[in-house]
Each structure stands twice: as C-alpha cells, then as structure tokens.
C-alpha cells in the first residue's frame, strides 16, 4: 500500500528587507506598547518601497516607527511596523537656495555636522534631537521663537510611498498636497525623502536666569520679540527643577521661579573669538546649543493657545496646580512658535504659545491632565500629536479651519488606509 505525498508546508510571505515577528516594542516613555506581526528594518529606498507593496497584498496595515519620542499611539500596529533607522543621511545641500535632503530616518542631530560643512543650519530645533526628521514633520515638532516655525514648516520637498505602493513626489508647485504633507501624522505614506528649507551657519550664546514669576512677567513682552529664542519653565515646588535635569543656584529656593532661557545669534569675532562651554552661558554652534536635559523619562500633555492669549492661559493652569493638583511636581514648559500653513498644523494661521506639563511615569496622573485639557479648552487650544491630548475627530474639526480638505487628500494618498492604525483612524479616517 503507498501513501499519498504529503501536501506542501504554506508559508506565511515575509518581506525582503530584514524583518522580525511579532516582536514586543515599546517607545522612549515607557507608556505606549505593540507587538506587530512584522518589524521590517529596510536599508534603501527600494526595500520601504517593497515592504509596503508586501504589506498591500497580504492586506496588513503599516505604521512607520521612529525613535518613538510620541506619547500617544501613533505608531502601534498589529500589521507591519516599518523602521526607517538604517534608511538615514544628508542626502544633498543647496547652499544658495538655503535647502537641505535627507532620508526620512535621518534623526534630528544627524544634521549638525554635514549642514555645517556646507555653511548651514537647521533654522530651528527643540531641546531633544532624538527625533528622526519624519516623526518631527508628521507630529509638528518645534524649537522656541516667536519669528520661527516648526520643523514641518520648513518641509518644501518629499517624496514618499502611497497607499498604492507608488513612490510620489511633492513639490512647492503642489501647494496643496505639500500643506497636507506638513503634518499628516504618517497617514500619506511613508517619507522615503525629504527638503528643507534651512538657515546660514549661525552660532548661539546662551543666557539662563532664574527669576520670579513676577519678574518673568515684568520682562515677558520685551523677552518675546527680542530674542531669536525665548522659553522658560516655570517651577512650583522645590522638586520640579530636578524632574527635568535642570542646573540650578546652590541655595536657591525655585518655588514659583522660571528657569529661563535665552539663545541668540553671534559672531564668535564679536564675542572674543571663542566657543564657551561654562554652564548657563555657553556659546558654541547652534546644533550644539539647543539639545539639553530632559533624559527622565516622563509623560507629556503639550497645548498650544493663541499668542495674544498666552500668558493669561499660563497662569491659568498655575492657578489650577496651585489649588488642585498640588501633588503634580513637573515644571510648566512656556515657549512661542510662528504661525504656518500646514492644515493639520498646531500652528495653523496663528502665532502660538506653547504649554507643556507632565505626569511621572507608573502615577494616575489622568485627572491632572484631564484638568489642564479642560481648562485651556475656551482659549481654543490645539495639541502636539505626538504628546497626551484629548482631541476627538469633532474637536479636531472645529480647531482646523482646512480638517476636511486634509482628510479628502488623505483619501486620495491612501484610499484604502493601509497606514491608519486605531488612533489615526478615529482622528481622520
């Protein structure tokens, strides 16, 4: 008697690129988790082109993974979670046009140096530098400055992967679509490339002081028009300094004190020819100078409000630690950022003041933040994507004048949302 031929194994397709799966992943805070059934780490632009095709045909969605610096779930997945990290470098510079290229993994401070060779800068960038420069763009990352913009408003250029699997450019004859892409929150595609406008070489001199609330108000206007960089943190108990790392006086109570901040451009020529490295008042290039701090991990609820409003909104959410939430000790983290004209930008057609306040880590730190949510709500206040907010699709659509127009270009990148996952399908399916 024989026996039949046993039927062949199937075979579960896998991607091309290097890949494991289902392998737990986790970001920097510490309070968001997934487990997708592929984590692809392509090394070229063909590889990312390959893995999401791969993922359209076996009907997976796709979420690309940065450095995951965002506090909210905007890159959990149970399909393929692609990272971008070995798809990284300064691809080309324009000195004369002030324009910088780079591939969509290359992180924030991968800048500095190549940028620097050629006469350049980043015009702009926040105290973490982690980032990898498509995370910043998709969430409307910043620095400080009320005459300078995020990074997704320099965004002049991408190219990028469909939800077809087709590589699409976007340039500033598509006014349209490049708006859309200036924060799209990964939900366009994946950025294989990107162009930014950048800044002339510029060197920064710090000057950090700790005044009182009181003297913070007494100098805040003049502070916000004249410097290139302006931002402080406000301090409510004797702890709140320390949660962030920040250098303080021996001695020196900063209870209801701002650790202030100060940058602005020099000439080394006109300042004794020298770099400075002494605390508080270093001088060095700019790449060098905005990083600092803020290693702890924490978990951040970051509210933008118009600039007219600002300080009123501040002392505000004082008020409410003050007398609500006394037990909360992280500083409130005040900066100013330029309007733009990205759709989904926080910054959309205002001037904004920044407010950022944090919850330790393994605490129910929800009511607190519940709290901030509810009480910066009347100043019409938007919210960092990558950061703790509590925006509904209906919120979201009262807050951005062009919400439809983003989601309708949405659709026509992605018909088929191959790159929503829960959260970004509630927001602007």
């Not at 989904?344 to 057609?349: D, E, G, I, Q, T």
């Amino acid at each position: 008697m024989t026996t039949a031929p046993a039927a062949p194994r199937q075979h579960l397709p896998t991607p091309s690129a290097p890949f494991e799966t289902h392998r737990p992943w986790s970001n920097w805070g510490g309070n968001q988790t997934a487990t997708p059934a592929f984590t692809v780490r392509p090394r070229n632009e063909q590889e990312v082109v390959d893995t999401v095709r791969f993922a359209i045909r076996e009907g997976l969605p796709v979420r690309a993974v940065g450095a995951g610096h965002s506090f909210t779930p905007l890159v959990q997945t149970g399909g393929v979670q692609l990272d971008l990290s070995a798809v990284s470098g300064v691809t080309g510079t324009d000195t004369g046009r002030r324009r910088a290229r780079a591939l969509g993994g290359t992180p924030v401070h991968a800048f500095g140096d190549p940028l620097w060779e050629q006469g350049l800068a980043l015009s702009n960038q926040g105290d973490i530098d982690k980032q990898s420069i498509s995370g910043a763009i998709a969430t409307g990352t910043h620095g400080s400055g009320i005459e300078l913009g995020s990074f997704s408003s320099a965004l002049r250029w991408v190219k990028l992967v469909d939800g077809r699997g087709d590589i699409v450019e976007i340039g500033e004859d598509q006014i349209r679509e490049l708006r859309a892409a200036q924060v799209a929150l990964g939900t366009l595609g994946i950025f294989l490339e990107v162009e930014l406008e950048v800044a002339e070489a510029y060197h920064l001199q710090e000057q950090i002081t700790y005044p009182t609330w009181e003297e913070t108000l007494s100098t805040i206007a003049a502070d916000i028009a004249g410097n290139r960089h302006y931002s402080f943190l406000w301090c409510q108990s004797e702890e709140s300094a320390g949660l962030y790392e920040l250098p303080t006086p021996a001695g020196l109570s900063m209870v209801n004190r701002s650790y202030t901040k100060r940058y602005n451009a020099v000439h080394l020529d006109e300042a004794g020819g020298a770099i400075d490295l002494t605390e508080g008042r270093r001088r060095d290039r700019s790449y060098r100078i905005y990083p600092g701090g803020f290693m702890i991990p924490f978990h951040e609820l970051e509210y933008y409000v118009p600039a007219e409003q600002g300080i009123e909104a501040v002392e505000a959410v004082q008020d409410l630690i003050r007398t609500v939430h006394p037990d909360q000790k992280y500083p409130m983290e005040v900066r100013w950022v330029k309007q733009d004209e990205g759709y989904l930008s926080p910054f959309y057609h205002r001037d904004t003041t920044v407010i950022s306040v944090s919850g330790a880590p393994g605490t129910d730190y929800w009511p607190y933040l519940r709290d901030v949510d509810r009480t910066l709500q009347p100043y019409d206040a938007r919210a960092h994507w990558g950061k703790i907010h509590f925006l509904t699709r209906d919120r979201v659509a009262q807050l951005y004048p062009e919400f439809d127009t983003f989601v309708q270009i949405r659709r026509e990148f992605d018909p088929n949302g191959v790159f929503l996952n829960d959260h970004t399908r509630a927001l602007l399916a």
